[in-house]
């Protein structure tokens, strides 16, 4: 993320008025939303408990997993990039397999998740501006 002081120069500076400080905080909304979803979603207990419990006990045991973690929190690493495609894959089957009661739950929490990430794409294409 730019450093604010080069904005603050610029409009300190004079003749630019706001525009420099309104475009870092649109930059950075930007490049902070995907951190603030991922926040929003590990915080929240009912957003996929089951899936969040096969992630979780691959976390425990997977010490490649809690490196990248700890570069997505500390932004080095986009929060997509925690786990490829084929570990989220290996997450969502072996929930389905551990769940055999429970499979329709599975399918929703990971159909929620697909669907909420085509939504936030789409509200990135936008300009993060809500689509109509």
């Known amino acids: 993320m730019a450093t604010l002081?080069?904005?603050i120069e610029r409009v300190l500076g004079g003749g630019e008025g706001e525009g420099p400080l309104r475009a870092w905080w649109r930059r950075r909304?930007?490049?902070s939303l995907a951190m603030y979803w991922f926040a929003k979603e590990m915080g929240d207990s009912n957003w996929a408990p089951l899936l969040s419990e096969t992630f979780?006990?691959?976390f425990a045991s997977d010490p490649e997993v809690v490196v990248r973690f700890l570069r997505v929190l500390g932004r080095d690493l986009p929060p997509s990039?925690?786990?490829s495609a084929g570990e989220?894959?290996?997450v969502v089957a072996e929930t389905f397999?551990?769940?055999p009661g429970k499979r329709r739950r599975v399918v929703g929490e990971a159909s929620r998740i697909g669907i909420e990430e085509m939504r936030r794409t789409a509200l990135r294409a936008s300009g993060l501006r809500r689509p109509r």
């Open 5 to 7: 002081t080069p904005a």
């Open 29 to 31: 909304d930007r490049e």
């Open 56 to 58: 979780n006990s691959r």
């Open 81 to 83: 990039q925690l786990l």
């Open 88 to 90: 989220v894959a290996s």
């Open 97 to 99: 397999r551990n769940n």
